[in-house]
Antibody
Framework: EVQLVESGGGLVKPGGSLRLSCAAS????????MNWVRQAPGRGLEWVSS????????YFADSVKGRFTISRDNAKDSLYLQMNSLRGEDTAVYYC?????????????WGQGTLVTVSS | QSVLTQPPSVSAAPGQKVTISCSGS????????VSWYQQLPGTAPKVLIY???KRPSGIPDRFSGSKSGTSATLGITGLQTGDEADYYC???????????FGGGTKLTVL
């Protein structure tokens, strides 16, 4: 069974930091491009960051560039998102997601999400 | 303003068919695979279609995907009340080196 489980969300003050983790199972994690996608309350999906299977290439949305870092540990089947200098507009549910083209071709491609609330 | 354009809402009666469009450009939908996602209220998105027109196992054939030029389309036949959800398209943008999503389409089954 494919599973992605996020953790590390919570309440943080503006300017603070959080580290999100995503534990993967049920598929060859080291073969997959992985992504972080967020969804602010009542809003649509917003892509945050992607990392290639080996970690050689990483990409960020302009809204988080310079503040967020993505990394992975293929030995631990885990994905991470280090979030620094957090702002109110970063408040959202953060989803860990494997690339849609990554096998096995069965849901779940996305985790259940972890809520990050940035507020004083 | 989303890079990919979707209608904000669509509606149809149970048993009917509906299509949802996703319009982009040559740097995204025109030259990269499109995926479609279903997000039921209060849940995480689920992949309905990947690589333009392929269905993951477990997704009924009532859901179909197609692409022509820079536009992709999600089709849903035999509508059920349980299909009421938000639907998103997404793809890679080769010029921007970012993943882009449509703004989402809310499906109402009347």
């Amino acid at each position: 069974e494919v599973q992605l489980v996020e953790s590390g969300g919570g309440l943080v003050k503006p300017g603070g930091s959080l580290r999100l983790s995503c534990a993967a199972s049920g598929f060859r994690f080291s073969n997959c491009i992985m992504n972080w996608v967020r969804q602010a309350p009542g809003r649509g999906l917003e892509w945050v960051s992607s990392i290639t299977s080996s970690g050689s290439f990483i990409y960020f949305a302009d809204s988080v560039k310079g503040r967020f870092t993505i990394s992975r540990d293929n030995a631990k089947d885990s994905l991470y998102l280090q979030m620094n200098s957090l702002r109110g507009e970063d408040t959202a549910v953060y989803y860990c997601a494997r690339d849609s083209s990554c096998s096995p071709h069965e849901n779940d491609y996305w985790g259940q999400g972890t809520l990050v609330t940035v507020s004083s | 303003q989303s890079v990919l354009t979707q209608p904000p809402s669509v509606s149809a009666a149970p048993g009917q068919k509906v299509t949802i469009s996703c319009s982009g450009s040559s740097s995204n939908t025109g030259n990269n695979y499109v995926s479609w996602y279903q997000q039921l209220p209060g849940t995480a998105p689920k992949v309905l279609i990947y690589d333009n027109n392929k269905r993951p196992s477990g997704i009924p054939d009532r859901f179909s995907g197609s692409k022509s030029g820079t536009s992709a389309t999600l089709g849903i036949t035999g509508l059920q009340t349980g299909d009421e959800a938000d639907y998103y398209c997404g793809t890679w943008d080769s010029s921007l080196s970012v993943v882009v999503f449509g703004g989402g389409t809310k499906l109402t089954v009347l």
